[in-house]
């Protein structure tokens, strides 16, 4: 299953496992000294961030390549959703005749192809912007404990690379989401989307990891790359 197709499968129940997504978006806007009145987002999904601008704006453009996230978006005169893929090159022709003042993604970019590429497409819009990626320390324990190899790129990748193309602030950020058990923690992992549409473990060795996980919370980290 292809990862947009994750997404569009859990549409209906994002909403109620996106905590931490919640959280990135809410540090987003936090950090903003401006109100943009042109709003690019990347990533837009079902509409979190864009439910979360507390300014008043004159276009928002979301973008996503999931379409049942789509169907959830807000929609309004002043927004508008595109079905597109952030890997496709032709979506940056196409977004080159808008007008953007600020550009934001929220939890997204984790999953391009070739980040570095994204990146110097981002550039090329020649605007300023809140971007939050996961990196491979999501998730850390639960990677180790089954052996298995991140699916993300590292902090230090992501910093690389922005750093070619941007002029901009890098944080990173650590967050925990606790549980009331480790089988809610996986029914989690499965209903939220953050699988990436990876399953590498048999149903045995599922259960054998349920029963000797260590820990009643998942780790996540995120960049914020900010300008």
């Not at 943009?36 to 704006?57: A, H, M, R, T």
């Not at 597109?84 to 196409?94: A, E, P, R, S, W």
Request: aromatic content about 12%; hydrophobic content about 40%.
């Amino acid at each position: 299953m292809r990862i947009s197709e994750e997404f569009s499968k859990h549409a209906l129940e994002y909403e109620s496992h996106n905590s931490i997504q919640k959280k990135v978006i809410n540090k987003l806007l936090g950090d903003m000294t401006c109100a943009p009145n042109y709003i690019l987002d990347l990533g837009c999904g079902n509409g979190s961030l864009c439910k979360s601008v507390n300014w008043e704006y004159k276009q928002f453009v979301g973008i996503d390549f999931a379409p049942a996230m789509l169907e959830l978006h807000p929609s309004a005169d002043n927004i508008e959703v595109l079905y597109g893929d952030f890997n496709d090159k032709t979506l940056f022709t196409q977004l080159q005749s808008y007008k953007f003042e600020h550009i934001f993604s929220a939890s997204a970019l984790q999953w391009s192809k070739d980040l570095e590429k994204l990146f110097s497409n981002i550039a090329a819009l020649n605007t300023s912007l809140s971007l939050a990626i996961f990196t491979s320390g999501t998730f850390k324990t639960l990677h180790t404990e089954a052996g298995i190899a991140p699916l993300l790129r590292d902090k230090e990748e992501i910093n690389r690379l922005q750093k070619k193309y941007f002029n901009a602030n890098f944080e990173i950020v650590e967050y925990k989401l606790e549980f009331e058990s480790v089988r809610e923690m996986f029914r989690y992992i499965k209903s939220s989307g953050v699988s990436g549409s990876r399953n590498l473990l048999s149903y045995t060795q599922t259960k054998k990891l349920m029963r000797e996980y260590p820990l009643k919370y998942l780790e996540f980290e995120v960049v914020f790359i900010t300008s």
